[in-house]
């Protein structure tokens, strides 16, 4: 300033306006002494003097001091202070601390002057080391500060693996954050991962499942594999059983209900264990009972074939005894049975010299009965599966033995409504369903139609199965056992 035609330079004075004289004189000294002191609270002012008497040296003093003093608190401050005044250091300081303390600092008024695309390159660089759940949390923050509209979230969820983020948190987020749940394109953003999530954590439940087929050819067990369909035999122990049984799974068990009340059990868990006759049962229920598991209990309803029941009875495998429940108010043959949270649901069946389409909720606990809306198409010895609060019903007979349904129907418990649903490739007559992952698989259990379908729960749906069996032989029985 001194070394040109300037009023300073003629004066051979410079005056310096608005600015600490404190601050001054500490930098007047530092020429002086190379030692600079400042002022409590006037780093900034300090700052500015030194900006302003071009004193590098002071200036890489404060920016120095600065780097070492950075906050939370003071983050928003200090970050201003490097970009006003050019601190380069300072600045790059400021970007390594936001990402080292960034769900703390969005605590902090200031947290909306981020810039959206700045944040946005942090979330997708992956330098921040967040959770999922936490860069939600953090996007949904800075938004409301800012009072953004919501065009700006769905931005940030493409940056976002909602699918790594645990479903309870979406499910939480889903009810209580509005910009969500008030948003039609963001419910169902959330809904659709909720439901992957549910369905991938039942697929990991379901991975040691197999579907156990009786063969009766040859009287040996053999095992469906539902991931990579293969039919391989599953264990040593023969059956020489009456034809015309059914079988079901508890804890380590198969249980098989013949005619004449006799039941018989394998411990499959086990590779040298044999067949085991447990105490008959209490009723006569004819060939291949209806029976269910339902909370560490085996239940058995009705009759078979021609022989009408309303015969109810309880097994306890613990101690190997039976014990007669209360009747069902009316008889039924062929009933199918499946068990939903407390209840047991029986579905269709054989009265009076014809299909039925009956419907009805047995409550084990007080062993009452409650009728409830038959089904659409009368039928028995269907398949039926429970998924969830739905309750899928597959085939079954007709009003002849000719008539072989491929029919499929769906009660939802919540609503009390049934629905009709794709039909399946093939009829299966008697046939028994089971859920396992994604997929419910229905082998038909008659004659030498052995066929195996599944559904597509996710795109409800029947598909193909990817490879026929190697060979074939008569299913007499099926059971869902898991190892």
Known sequence: ??????????????????????????????????????????????????????????????????????????????????????????????????????????????????????????????????????????????????????????????????????????????????????????????????????????????????????????????????????????????????MGFTAISLDSYIYVFCKAKSVHRLNFQRKNSKWERMNDMICDHGIAPSSVCSTGSIIVIGGTGDTEKADVERFDPSVNQWFLLRHKPSAISNASLVSLDDSIYCIGGWRDGIEVSSFCRLTPSSAEWVDLEPMRCPADRCGVVAVDQEIFVTGGYGYSEDDIFHNVECYNVTSAQWTSLSSMNLPHCINSAYRIGNWIFVVNEFWESHHIEKYDLLNKKWCNMKKKPSHLFDVCASVMVKL
């Open 1 to 242: 300033m001194l070394k040109y035609d300037t009023k300073e330079s003629r004066d051979r004075k410079v005056v310096l306006k608005d600015v600490d004289s404190q601050c001054v004189k500490k930098c007047i000294d530092f020429i002086y002494s190379g030692k600079l002191e400042i002022p409590d609270g006037s780093i900034i002012e300090l700052l500015h003097v030194a900006m302003m008497m071009q004193l590098d040296d002071v200036k890489q003093a404060v920016s120095n001091i600065l780097e070492e003093s950075i906050t939370i608190e003071n983050y928003f401050s200090t970050r201003n202070v490097g970009d006003i005044y050019g601190l380069t250091d300072v600045s790059l300081r400021c970007r390594i601390f936001l990402q080292e303390n960034i769900m703390e600092i969005s605590d902090q008024a200031g947290f909306e002057s981020i810039d959206k695309d700045h944040l946005l390159g942090l979330l997708k660089s992956g330098e921040l080391k967040l959770w999922e759940e936490e860069k939600l949390a953090l996007s949904l923050k800075w938004i409301d500060k800012c009072q953004s509209k919501n065009e700006y979230l769905h931005e940030f969820l493409k940056v976002i693996k909602l699918d790594l983020i645990f479903p309870a948190y979406l499910q939480q987020m889903l009810e209580t954050h509005p910009r969500i749940s008030n948003d039609s394109e963001l419910y169902m953003l959330f809904s659709g991962h909720i439901l992957k999530a549910s369905v991938k954590a039942k697929e990991d439940n379901d991975a040691d499942k197999l579907i156990i087929l009786f063969d009766g050819d040859t009287k040996c067990l053999r095992s469906f594999n539902p991931i990579t369909e293969e039919i391989e035999k599953f264990h040593g122990a023969k059956f020489d059983f009456p």
